[in-house]
């Protein structure tokens, strides 16, 4: 019993430790010892692009938006900009044709992917490129992110996503913010980079991200194109790759029951891509890359079960031993210290305690969106979360 307890501890810790630490490591020393050269990120010429924005009751934002994509340091008979209006019922499909717009579509509420994939219907370019609507794209970012496609291996490139605050100061220099995703962000970026440096990344995110037409694949509309997108683009045959040139800003969430509730939205639709969806099937992958997958995401994703089966296991050791041993207490006593740091940064919001807290709630989403996954479905449609408008 002893025995049995102790191997599933020490595993469930070393599996949360691989996927929040160990994989990154191990990446940046195979990247040393087998560099690989970055993808081109300038392009030798002018392919047709199509950007894309989705919008769903956009009014305040759409405007901005299509300005920001008609002022793209990219040719002008070369860009088209098309706004798919998800069944808007504000001034959203006025203000983009009002604004500059190419081609403004305006569809019944169906979510996200499917007024995605509408557009891409209507799409003149070679190179299907997408962006939310509150997302701004440096003057650069589109010739970064097309010259990605110099590598007739790329069927998919995303860009690097920066989140300011409401104040528009970067996310990383407010120390006492509640809301910690700017350090998780960052670390998130660096993993992304080394996979790219690799082979692949395991996903991209939806502020900048573009596919060749042809490549461009038609999902279920509750799977997102962040995670589907790139894990069967590989399955293609082709490489998903990490462009940090091709650059954007969003707004933060500002709180963290904010951002909470957004990841918890975010993996209800991710757990079915996962369980459902083809990623759990390795058909299609190089082992590397199945390695990726099941270190980056399966593991990490199944991180707030391997939390609690550590803990439980560990409250057993400590329980059922009459002289417990020291070592078992101390990681017991680490485990409930994770959990007294993040209830203590309410009242203290301090760095530290503020990442705990972040770690834990986030974590907690994890579970949180498997069930009501699991409870009611998953809707396609999306609201804008809070704060970030």
């Not at 989140?163 to 100061?169: D, L, P, T, Y």
């Not at 995110?205 to 596919?211: D, L, R």
Request: aromatic share 8%; glycine share 8%.
């Amino acid at each position: 019993m002893r025995t049995a307890l102790e191997i599933v501890f020490w595993l469930s810790c070393a599996l949360i430790a691989w996927t929040q630490v160990g994989y990154a490591a191990a990446l940046a020393v195979v990247v040393r010892v087998l560099p690989r050269p970055a993808a081109r990120q300038e392009p030798t010429h002018w392919p047709e692009l199509s950007l894309i924005i989705a919008a769903h009751d956009e009014q305040v934002v759409i405007a901005a938006k299509v300005a920001n994509a008609l002022g793209l340091d990219y040719p002008r008979e070369r860009l088209q900009v098309i706004v798919a209006c998800d069944g808007c019922t504000d001034a959203t499909a006025p203000r983009a044709r009002e604004a500059g717009a190419d081609l403004v579509l305006e569809l019944p509420r169906s979510g996200k992917i499917r007024a995605q994939d509408a557009a891409v219907q209507q799409a003149r370019g070679a190179i299907v490129a997408f962006s939310d609507a509150n997302a701004q794209w440096q003057p650069d970012a589109a010739r970064a992110l097309v010259g990605a496609f110099e590598d007739s291996r790329v069927g998919y490139a995303c860009g690097q996503v920066s989140f300011v605050r409401a104040s528009a100061s970067p996310a990383g220099e407010d120390a006492g913010a509640p809301n910690q995703e700017g350090v998780y962000w960052r670390y998130e970026l660096a993993v992304r980079a080394l996979e790219s440096r690799l082979s692949s990344i395991t996903a991209g995110n939806g502020a900048i991200y573009a596919t060749r037409r042809e490549s461009y694949m038609v999902v279920d509309p509750i799977m997102g194109h962040d995670l589907s997108l790139p894990f069967n683009t590989v399955k293609r045959g082709l490489r998903a790759v990490y462009v940090p040139g091709a650059r954007a800003t969003e707004k933060m969430v500002p709180s963290l029951a904010g951002e909470f509730a957004r990841k918890r939205r975010m993996m209800s639709h991710t757990w079915p891509i996962v369980l459902r969806g083809g990623m759990l099937s390795p058909r299609g992958y190089p082992p590397g890359y199945a390695l990726m997958i099941l270190s980056h995401r399966v593991l990490r994703y199944g991180t707030a079960a391997l939390h609690v089966v550590a803990l439980a296991a560990n409250v057993a050791l400590v329980a059922l031993d009459w002289g417990p041993r020291p070592l078992y207490v101390i990681t017991l006593a680490l485990q409930l210290a994770l959990l007294l740091a993040a209830a203590l940064a309410g009242l203290l919001p301090v760095r530290p305690l503020l990442i705990a807290r972040y770690y834990v709630l986030t974590t907690s989403s994890l579970a949180a969106g498997l069930w009501d996954w699991l409870r009611h479905g998953t809707d396609a449609t999306w609201e804008a979360a809070e704060g970030t408008r």
